[in-house]
């Protein structure tokens, strides 16, 4: 079943393939982190070194993968892709890192989950290009020195606060991506559409824009479902009408909410009152991992105006209970 969270979900790998800008330029929005990130590449293009590690920070469908491959373009480089899950074992690393071209991108997605070992093995792979590799066990063991081509990193995660200091601080450069403004929405939209040869007018680019938690896997993802309702139910040009009927379908409100995040909201206040409540009880009232809560849908609805963190846990606003239909009592902060 198709939900309408900013993860990634299975088949989709390549319609995003396809769908992604390959050049800064393409690149719709994020006006800061393109330009910083213009500047970390030209000074090291004229420089003829590779860049510093460059670490790009925020919450899931904002861009950081394309934006990885988009540095490995703009450098003319190769990029090798992993993720912090997969690098289980130093050995995993190693063998990775080994295999590295000069000049080359290694990109490590949710770095912050990487395994200790395999992090403290970065460390020195990062700041001077080579690992220790450990041969042998118990007071035989040896370690070997292996050095390794001069690389660029480039971590993305979308839990900045929960990268180690260490690590952390061997980046040179951090990326904080922002949601989209509606505006750069429908320019992702209307992109997307001409790529996947959808005929979509202006007042359906702004509705599916409007709706898509400022978030561009979303948009491209809403965009598709509106074209199939366009195709089934009318004569395939995506217009306001189509737009709201489909997502009328698909369950997103007018604020672009899904039912994941309208089920967290609506047990924060039914539940628990307004809270304040911790994450992990919320998470089981909606029978969602913590994580995906956390990362996934508490990002949009703080950025909302809907749930403030507080010290004390998690607290529904005004606007949730009458986004909810409901009217806040009377004690409600915020
Ligand atoms: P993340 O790695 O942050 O989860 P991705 O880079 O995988 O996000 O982006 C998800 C999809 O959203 C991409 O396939 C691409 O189609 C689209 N996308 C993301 N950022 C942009 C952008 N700035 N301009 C156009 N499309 C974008």
């Known amino acids: 079943e198709e939900t309408l969270s900013a993860l990634p979900q299975q088949g989709e790998r390549d319609v995003e393939g396809t769908l992604r800008p390959r050049r800064l330029d393409e690149f719709v929005g994020q006006p800061r982190v393109r330009e910083q990130l213009q500047l970390v590449l030209e000074s090291a293009r004229r420089r003829g070194v590779p860049p510093d590690h460059v670490?790009?920070?925020?919450?899931?469908?904002?861009?950081?993968?394309?934006?990885?491959?988009?540095?490995a373009a703009e450098l003319d480089a190769a990029i090798r892709i992993t993720s912090g899950p997969a690098l289980e074992r130093a050995g995993d690393l190693a063998a990775m890192l080994s295999n590295l071209v000069e000049g080359d991108v290694l990109f490590i997605d949710e770095i912050h989950r990487i395994a200790r070992p395999a992090e403290e093995m970065l460390y020195l792979a990062m700041e001077d290009f080579r690992v220790d590799v450990v041969v042998g066990k118990g007071p035989g063991a040896?370690?070997?020195?292996?050095?390794?081509?001069?690389?660029?990193?480039?971590g993305a995660t979308t839990r900045s606060g929960a990268l180690t200091g260490p690590l952390r601080d061997r980046f040179g450069f951090t990326g904080h991506m922002e949601f989209y403004s509606a505006e750069e929405l429908e320019l992702v939209v209307r992109r997307s559409a001409t790529i996947l040869d959808i005929t979509l007018d202006t007042d359906g680019a702004a509705e599916i824009a409007g709706r898509s938690r400022g978030t561009p896997r979303i948009a491209n993802r809403l965009l598709r479902r509106v074209r199939d309702y366009a195709e089934v139910r009318a004569d395939g040009t995506v217009d306001r009408d189509v737009?709201?009927?489909a997502l009328k379908v698909y369950d997103v409100d007018e604020l672009g909410l899904d039912r994941l995040d309208r089920a967290v909201l609506s047990a924060l206040v039914k539940s628990f009152n307004g809270?304040?409540?911790?994450?992990?009880?919320?998470?089981?009232?909606?029978?969602?991992?913590t994580t995906t809560v956390e990362e996934v849908c508490e990002p949009y609805l703080v950025r909302a105006g809907m749930l403030a963190r507080t010290p004390r846990g998690r607290v529904a606003t005004a606007l949730a209970w009458e986004h909810l239909g409901l009217t806040p009592p009377a004690a409600t902060p915020f």
């Open 142 to 154: 040896t370690s070997i020195p292996l050095e390794i081509a001069p690389f660029t990193l480039v």
């Open 55 to 71: 670490l790009l920070s925020g919450p899931p469908g904002l861009g950081k993968t394309s934006l990885a491959m988009i540095i």
């Open 243 to 245: 737009a709201r009927a």
């Open 275 to 289: 809270g304040p409540v911790g994450v992990a009880t919320l998470a089981v009232a909606v029978g969602e991992e």
